[in-house]
């Protein structure tokens, strides 16, 4: 688990360059930070190269400086830099040696570099179960292979123009490097903020900046330039005859273990739900009993799980630590959102960057449950928005004007002018297009929504709207906020539940089995152990601190929220609106509170990248 950066340019860059790209990964990789450079001719360059890999590491499989990056193979002609962790690659690591490839470390990363070139690419990548996204470069083949891996678990952003291509983790890893044409702010991305809470793949927040989506590969050829993207997976389900739950308990199990492999120490992070306690189950029942789970801990609040939590773990004999969230935000609110890189919005991102925070001090890798309810339908909003299914693409022409109103008419009128499926699109969202409009009055016509569409065709509804979220919300939003909330830390995140293997043997279960009411009875099993503290009986919650609280102190100091966005987005956002809606907040309307933080959240990151840029 790491940093990546590199670019390969038209220009030499300067040292100050490539210190500010890797002090922008440190956090992220805080073990060993490193660069190997190139000039035009791809000799070794040292001083001010032309062409770069950039590392920062995360050392979590054999941490020996050995298996430190950029990996090169032993000609010089390969090298890779790489993010993530790939599971199980032992057994076609021996083959490999019996085909005569060395092998110098135990790093997954080594067995990257050999396994291509034993199958090339995209030939490696069938091998590769786990979360990724890395750099190779073939300087035989004349080509550079960016890749994301299945789910999305790990990020990639990259800049292509006639100055060359650039790439990395972090957009803010990507600011030294990039041209004056790229680093203009994009309107529509704002748009999409406002809309998403969040900034949908492709987009980035600045116009020459894109996130490459999961699943996907980047192919560029050194001599013409010329980039080419390419989609190679696609979830689908494991054969073409149902699978049993014996299938999928024992998938999710292999799963589990993988994931606990490491030459660090390994902890869980434990909320009061269904999905992390079948993970704490599987591992008590497969006797991991020195795995510390975490939880964050609202004392007197109606979000606090921890006790619940606690239960849990006491049943199954793990350590646990409850982490108190703090009164005030204030003094790491400016940390937090630059760790989360671009603006984000949503206000469980918030505990969960403290509660990395503590974890990171006792151990390096965390388990959770992420992707159980996209993959099992546990959001009540599936529900909500299949009683309106009999919609189909029928809309009415209307359009209600801007207002900052959010409730009653202008939202049923917003629902009722879009089909049932963009309609859903819009069910999780920041502000509506009405508030956007009365927002940005002077932004031209914008779409209702910034989401993909896949493909859809032969599905249910209800598999309808778990597509969209598989390519969207799951992605961009879940294990965006994840990867950036612990890796801020130098923690890694493994998230069981969504190995690509598991989510097909998902895909083929029998439906009555995957969507059950309540949701996720086919798991009820695997927490028989806990008795009556099964989470099944239960009622689901969400996972979000108590903003009221947490806000007034920032408002303080953003008094002007209004003015400031609209500087900084040159008369995008409107200052009259920002503050009406804030006054309107702060006299009680306690249900603004999400958007209020969203603006804040905004303003700062744009500060800060304006800072940045200079």
Known sequence: MCGIAGFLGQQPSSPAQLQAMLAALAQRGPDAQQWHGWDSDWQPQQQTPSAAFLHARLSIRDPRPLADQPMRSEDGQLWLIYNGEVYGWEEDAAYLQRQGLPFHTRSDTEFILRAYQHWGMPGLLPKLRGMFAFALLDLRLGKLWLVRDRLGLKPLLYHHSEQGLAFASLLRA??????????????QAVDAY???????????????????????????????RRLSKHCYWQAQPASTTATSLEQLYQELDTSIALRTVADRPVGLFLSGGVDSAVVACRLAAQGYQNIKAFTAAFPGSHFDESEAA????????LPFQAVKMPAQIEADFAQLVTDLDEPFADPSSLPLWYLAKQA?????????????????AGYKRYRQHLRRQWRGNWRLPLRPPASLAHKGWPKVATELGLSWLDAYCLRFSGFSPAQRRALQPRLKASPAHYWRMPDLQGLTPLQQLLQLDMANYLPEYILRKADLTTMAQGLEGRSPLLDHQVVQQVL????AQRF??????????????????SPFVRPKR???PPLTAWLQPLLNVASDLGGSLSRLTKGQIAAAPVQQLVTTYQRGEEHYAEQVLQLLLLDTCLQQLQDALG
């Open 542 to 544: 969400g996972f979000n």
């Open 508 to 511: 083929a279960l029998p439906p």
């Open 194 to 224: 406002l809309a998403h809470r969040y900034i949908p793949a492709p987009m980035t927040l600045l116009q020459g900046v894109q996130r490459l989506e999961n699943g996907h590969y980047l192919q560029y050829e050194l001599q013409t």
């Open 174 to 187: 990507l600011l030294p490097w990039l041209p004056e044409q790229a680093r203009q702010l994009c309107p």
């Open 310 to 317: 606690a239960r849990t773990a006491q049943k199954l004999g």
């Open 516 to 533: 059950s009411q309540p949701a996720k009875q086919c798991l009820q099993p695997l927490c028989a152990p806990l008795g009556a503290d």
């Open 360 to 376: 990171t001090t006792e151990v390096k890798v965390v388990l959770n449950g992420d992707g159980g309810d996209e993959l099992f």
